[in-house]
């Protein structure tokens, strides 16, 4: 069972910026591969990043939405991963998710592939 809390949104005026946190817990939480999603109201669910390592090498991948302003990590000493957010738009309002996938390299676009979801975490941003 993998367990995920998200932390760290907030309010944020535009062009400024946010580190979400998402800690994972569980005993078999490093088998899987960690991403991003955010939702805004009445919008569908887009992925945003996520992460994926196998020992030592680590692979990070990004939605196109981002335009280069988010920057994905992990913290294996801390169980942590990070999703770091500059240049923030009022667009980017929205519930932020992260998840974990047994996938490993493909198929983590999708939100269909991941098995565990935390209960996300609200950024707004403001004009």
């Known amino acids: 069972q993998v367990q995920l809390v998200e932390s760290g949104g907030g309010l944020v005026q535009a062009g400024g910026s946010l580190r979400l946190s998402c800690a994972a817990s569980?005993?078999?939480?490093?088998?899987?591969?960690m991403g991003w999603f955010r939702q805004a109201p009445g919008k569908e669910r887009e992925f945003v990043a996520a992460?994926?390592?196998?020992?030592?090498?680590?692979?990070?991948y990004y939605g196109n939405i981002v335009k280069g302003r988010f920057t994905s990590s992990r913290d294996n000493a801390k169980n942590t991963m990070y999703l770091q957010m500059n240049s923030l738009k009022p667009e980017d309002t929205a519930v932020y998710y992260c998840?974990?996938?047994?996938?490993?390299?493909?198929?983590?676009?999708?939100?269909?592939?991941?098995?565990?979801w935390g209960q996300g975490t609200q950024v707004t941003v403001s004009s």
């Open positions: 992460v994926t390592w196998s020992g030592s090498v680590t692979a990070t």
């Open positions: 569980g005993r078999t939480f490093s088998s899987y591969s």
């Open positions: 998840a974990a996938s047994p996938y490993r390299r493909t198929g983590l676009g999708a939100p269909g592939n991941y098995e565990h």
